[in-house]
């Protein structure tokens, strides 16, 4: 029997379906609706550059999606990323990675590319654990959680990574989750047709590494539960610091204009080019 | 709506069954080649093309067409790229 095609193989590497992500895992789902976000913006996949960093989130878009793509090193794809978007600022350029890997070791880098508001689009797949490696705690691993390095229980409050983002400078930041696709969708494109720093905080599920440690036997259930968090934005605002500690808030943190780092790199280095030309020089 | 599952992919996670609205899907107890229990379309007269089973499975593993009249299948909605 021939099996059914999905509508949007063409942007994925056929070649190498089905992924290599776990039963349930929420990088599938942030990798189709990655697709069905190029999709619908008619974005062409060769006019774009995807950097990942190490991790499972990181496989996302590399070897997955039919881009060009630069998979780098652990907490560096920022930094790459800003090496590519100078080069060639004609080029869309995302980031798809891990939380560990962009807001544990690459946080430093996370934190500047937001202050200095360069032109990428960073989609951070927080899966609140280090998946790939088996469990660590993350920064972003909720109190409490036993991880194979708290084996006892995490006492390191996280990081609400889409909150310091936005107090960093960036443009446009939203936080949704695994569950929340269409909205997902939508944030994705706004991020990616946006000018300036884009951050979306995709909370996600790892059922094999997360989801076992807190009792929970599948994605489906663990899903569920971070759909049952979830609170809106606004909803959250009239909320204490106290009712607010298990709860995931979702949607649209900042959505500004602001001076972008790349455009005025370049316009700095013609204002030098022309100073030094040989009609001034005369 | 016609509502079909690439059993080579799917990895049984169940979301599609979990999150369905309107309960479209149904474990089968059938495994597929990788020894993965796939769910079977056993309502597909009450799908409303929500598309949100497409959106939510993480192998790409759902295929939603739209049927005219006489039954066949008018487009692989949006893209044949
Ligand atoms: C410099 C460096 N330090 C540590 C590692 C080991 N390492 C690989 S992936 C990873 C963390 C993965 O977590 P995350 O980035 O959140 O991605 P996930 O697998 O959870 O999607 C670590 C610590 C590495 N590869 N390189
Ligand atoms: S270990 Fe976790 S994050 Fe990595 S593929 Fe498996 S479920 Fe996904
Ligand atoms: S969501 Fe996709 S992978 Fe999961 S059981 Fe349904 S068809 Fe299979």
Known sequence: MTEPRHRLMGYVREEIMPHRFCAGCGCGTVLNVFVNAVDELAMDPTRMVCVSGIGCSAWIPSPYFRSDTLHTTHGRPIAYATGVKIMRPDLNVVVIAGDGDIAGIGGNHLIHAARRNIDLSVLMVNNMIYGMTGGQVAPTTPLGVKTSTTPHRNIEPPFKVAEVVAAAGASYVARWTTYHVFQLKKAMQRAMTKKGFSFIEIVSQCPENYGRRIGLKTGAELLRKIKEQSVRVKKAQEMSEEELQHKIVVGELCDLDRPEFVTQLHEVTKEQVESFSLENAS | ?81
């Open chain 2, 1 to 81: 709506m016609l509502v079909k599952i690439n059993t080579s992919f799917c990895k049984g996670c169940d979301i599609c069954i979990e999150f369905c609205p309107t309960d479209v899907f149904e474990q089968s107890g059938t495994l597929n080649r990788k020894g993965y229990y796939v769910p079977v379309v056993a309502r597909v007269e009450d799908c409303t093309g929500c598309r949100l089973c497409d959106l939510l499975c993480p192998e790409l593993a759902i295929v939603i067409t739209e049927e005219q009249g006489n039954g066949d299948v008018v487009a692989d909605v949006d893209n044949d790229d």
